[in-house]
């Protein structure tokens, strides 16, 4: 019914930047809040920054100053710039959203399959 398909991770030196994007399609009528979440091996899996479909946003404080999330409401897609990336930044980041879905079938969270970031020098 929905799919979040995530794209941009990869290998990147400490100091550098990469650029996640996240695209939703199916069955939607309306997407609430968006987010990226990320888990590093042995690691719960924990908020990275989350935005309100009007643009409100909010950063776990490791991130603060260095990511920006933005969405685009009109193409149902989320990005989330990384800069200044570090060792620690190292995980599988995953797309999430609230979606209300068309023609009454309910509200949930829906996830990404996840992208690799890798921050090493």
């Known amino acids: 019914q929905v799919q979040l398909v995530e794209s941009g991770g990869g290998l990147e030196l400490p100091g550098g930047s990469l650029r996640l994007s996240c695209a939703v399609s199916?069955?939607?009528?309306?997407?609430?809040?968006m987010g990226w979440y990320r888990q590093a091996p042995g690691e719960r899996r924990e908020l990275v920054a989350v935005?309100?479909?009007?643009?409100?946003?909010d950063y776990t404080d490791s991130v603060k100053g260095r990511f920006t999330i933005s969405r685009d409401n009109a193409k149902n897609t989320v990005s989330l710039q990384m800069n200044n990336l570090k060792p620690e930044d190292t995980a599988i980041y995953y797309c999430?959203?609230?979606?209300?879905?068309?023609?009454?079938?309910?509200?949930?969270?829906?996830w990404g399959q996840g992208t690799q970031v890798t921050v090493s020098s």
């Open positions: 999430n959203a609230n979606i209300a879905l068309a023609y009454g079938m309910g509200t949930g969270d829906y």
């Open positions: 935005i309100t479909r009007g643009g409100t946003t």
């Open positions: 199916g069955n939607i009528w309306y997407i609430y809040d």
